[in-house]
């Protein structure tokens, strides 16, 4: 198994607990390799750049929740699916070391999604991403650190600049990660003499001519105008062109200077693929089938290979001839599918093929404000808040996660919210270089 995110643990647990008679005898082996030792669950790093979740009760270790696994914290190089190998480099990033070769009977991809980045002027050096723990501490951190810059700051442009928060791309991503930082902040400049909520410009950059594209049009619709409402400058239809030296040049022709630019414009499929023998399409996903195995010349199916999650360009029949948009709820799904398919496969029974049910999405906007889409329509406000805290949770795939999770957010409402940056845990050696460098 390539991935250990949320397709591919989704699949390993059904499997381990499908084979584990197997496992226990030394019949049967599955061996997930991951380059991190956990899985993150996404849908919660907006709330954990907020402050409302402590980061380690969004990530899932590995090893503690695949106990009858073999867990490689590596690199998958090359995949030769012809002659059933795998390259494995397990040498730290930066570190030469000749890869291993590790053989398998049947092959489940699900090595997920990267961020996907255009070559826009100054994005390499003054962009953040937000796909990661790491990164959405950092960002959190980052945010209350241009606070404390401009309330200490007498130069109005360095000032303006600090308050200024640019964010592109208005998916779901994009739209919790805003929100929830918004709100932060504007709770944050309280305890500032100089600072209040309508010094911060927060602006919001969208290519196509709507926010949250996989939502219902009147849901989204909703969202725009309770981001508006809230003084967020949303651009639709709208490129970031060049952000030289921190000035953002947009293609409607607005200009301004800002300290924070967030890059949320979408994902592509993991690099990995590229480098094995399996069909992909235009997009780069590998090209599936709707029991969830490799396409095949012809359209037959690819003997030992399955994809599922972000990675795979899986039919969706309730979208005409479309392909599953690359979201965690198509990935959990697909996931389970797959695991089922390859128990029934192993046993020569028949296969099902994928047939989605209503995606129900939510996004949080913020304490006590969210958006979702139910059966019977949309959801706002706290009801919504609500239920997509209640979804999540129980989507989380570890029963020590949910628990904790839901403390943090049970001391979250009985406490006030904390507002300290730690950027200094981001280079936890400056500290001690520097007595070096002001050495005699």
Request: net charge neutral; with cysteine.
């Amino acid at each position: 198994m390539v991935g250990g995110g949320c397709a591919g643990m989704a699949a390993a647990l059904v499997l381990q607990q499908a084979l584990a008679p197997r496992l226990r005898t030394g019949d049967a082996e599955i061996t997930v390799v991951e380059p991190q030792p956990y899985l993150t669950y996404h849908p919660l790093l907006a709330e954990v750049a907020a402050g409302s979740i402590d980061p380690r009760h969004v990530v899932v270790p590995l090893r503690k929740v695949l106990p009858h696994c073999r867990v490689l914290t590596a690199r998958i190089t090359r995949i030769d699916h012809a002659g059933r190998t795998a390259q494995v480099d397990t040498a730290p990033r930066g570190a030469a070391a000749e890869p291993a070769e590790l053989a398998y009977d049947h092959l489940i991809l699900t090595p997920g999604s990267v961020s996907r980045t255009d070559p826009v002027p100054g994005l390499a050096d003054h962009g953040l991403g937000f796909g990661s723990v790491g990164e959405a501490v950092a960002l959190r951190n980052h945010v209350l650190e241009q606070l404390d810059l401009a309330s200490s700051t007498r130069d109005p442009e360095l000032r303006q600049a600090a308050l200024t928060f640019l964010f592109v791309g208005a998916g779901y991503a994009g739209v919790g990660a805003l929100a929830e930082l918004e709100d932060m902040a504007r709770y944050a400049v309280r305890g500032y003499h100089n600072l209040t909520a309508d010094d911060l410009r927060w602006v919001l950059v969208e290519a196509t001519d709507r926010i949250l594209p996989q939502e219902s049009a009147d849901l989204a619709a909703h969202t725009l105008a309770e981001l508006r409402e809230r003084s967020i400058d949303v651009h639709l239809g709208t490129t970031l062109e060049s952000a030289v030296d921190r000035v953002m040049a947009l293609s409607d022709g607005s200009r301004f200077a800002a300290r924070t630019l967030v890059w949320t414009a979408g994902v592509r499929p993991a690099p990995l693929l590229r480098d094995t023998d399996l069909p992909l399409d235009p997009t780069g996903r590998v090209r599936c089938l709707p029991t969830l195995q490799v396409r095949g010349p012809g359209g037959t199916p690819l003997a030992g290979a399955w994809a599922a999650g972000d990675c795979a360009a899986v039919p969706d029949p309730a979208a005409d001839g479309a392909l599953c948009a690359p979201n965690a709820q198509h990935a959990l799904a697909q996931a389970r599918l797959l695991a089922e398919n390859l128990l029934a496969d192993l046993d020569h029974g028949a296969l099902a093929a994928y047939r989605p049910e209503r995606i129900h999405c939510s996004t949080s906007l913020g304490l006590g404000r969210a958006v979702a889409h139910t059966r019977r329509g949309r959801l706002t406000g706290r009801r919504a808040w609500w239920l997509h805290r209640a979804r999540h949770l129980r989507r989380l795939p570890s029963l020590d996660r949910r628990v904790r999770v839901f403390t943090d957010w049970l001391l979250g409402g009985l406490f006030s919210r904390e507002v300290v940056s730690l950027g200094t845990v981001e280079h936890p050696r400056a500290e001690f270089e520097s007595g070096f460098l002001e050495r005699p």
